[in-house]
């Protein structure tokens, strides 16, 4: 019972390179989020994909792309780091409805230099 | 502009006693509100909501109130817990948008 799966843990990366954070869920949820936390500013929404083959914009999108690659999947990508994107990233999942509460992973610490 | 706020970053309580956790917001047409409760190194988990057609909610030693007029909602914990040591969000969502908003988060510390 997996819920949702977030990978890697850590990342290290240099300014200018580039990663894709990966995120699956196996709860056959149709919705699915990207989130950031950082130290005074709570979760703040990157992405979302309201249904498979849908994504949009949320709060803070710039920098980042995403990738709905199919029901349960949802990447993150970082074209070229910044250390402004140094963070903790969070996907999360559920049923799109607002009686279904998100289901976060564990999250990606990632460190930009 | 921060839609949803939470203005104590940190909360310390003895154990027994009640702990009550704030948030304020400013968008009117947010319909649903959450709170979630997040361990260090592990993910948000869901603990509580509440509809805005409803100003009280409860689940065992946790009750949500929502004000519409003054847009505050509170968290009460009672009673607390050393284990309901926690980083507690506030999120608020509106209908059709599929968008849940997060506040910035109070610590909360029960002594034992």
């Known amino acids: 019972n997996a819920g949702v799966t977030q990978t890697p843990k850590f990342q290290v990366l240099k300014t200018g390179q580039s990663m894709t954070l990966q995120c699956a869920q196996d709860?056959?949820?149709?919705?699915m989020y990207w989130y950031r936390q950082d130290p005074g500013m709570g979760l703040r929404l990157i992405y979302y994909?309201?249904?498979?083959?849908?994504?949009d914009k949320g709060e803070v999108p710039n920098g980042y792309n995403v990738s709905r690659l199919n029901k349960r999947e949802f990447s993150l990508r970082l074209e070229s780091a910044a250390p402004s994107q140094t963070s903790v990233y969070f996907c999360?999942?559920?049923?799109?409805?607002?009686?279904?509460?998100?289901?976060f992973g564990n999250g990606t610490r990632l460190t930009v230099t | 502009d921060q839609q949803v706020k939470q203005n104590s970053p940190s909360l310390s309580v003895q154990e027994g006693r009640i702990s009550i956790l704030n948030c304020d917001y400013t968008?009117?047409?947010?319909?649903?509100f959450l709170w979630y409760k997040k361990y260090p190194a592990e993910g948000p988990t869901f603990l509580i909501s509440?509809?805005?057609?409803?100003d009280k909610n409860e689940d065992g030693r946790f009750t949500v109130f929502l004000n519409k007029s003054a847009k505050h909602l509170s968290l009460h914990i009672v009673p607390s817990q050393p284990g309901d040591s926690a980083v507690y969000f506030c999120?608020?969502?509106?209908?059709?948008?599929?968008?849940?908003?997060f506040g910035t988060g109070t610590r909360l510390k029960v002594l034992a």
């Open positions: 509440i509809s805005s057609i409803k």
């Open positions: 968008n009117s047409m947010f319909d649903y």
């Open positions: 709860m056959n949820h149709n919705s």
């Open positions: 999120a608020a969502y509106f209908s059709g948008t599929y968008k849940y908003i």
């Open positions: 999360a999942s559920n049923r799109k409805d607002r009686d279904s509460p998100l289901h």
């Open positions: 994909s309201a249904s498979e083959g849908t994504t």
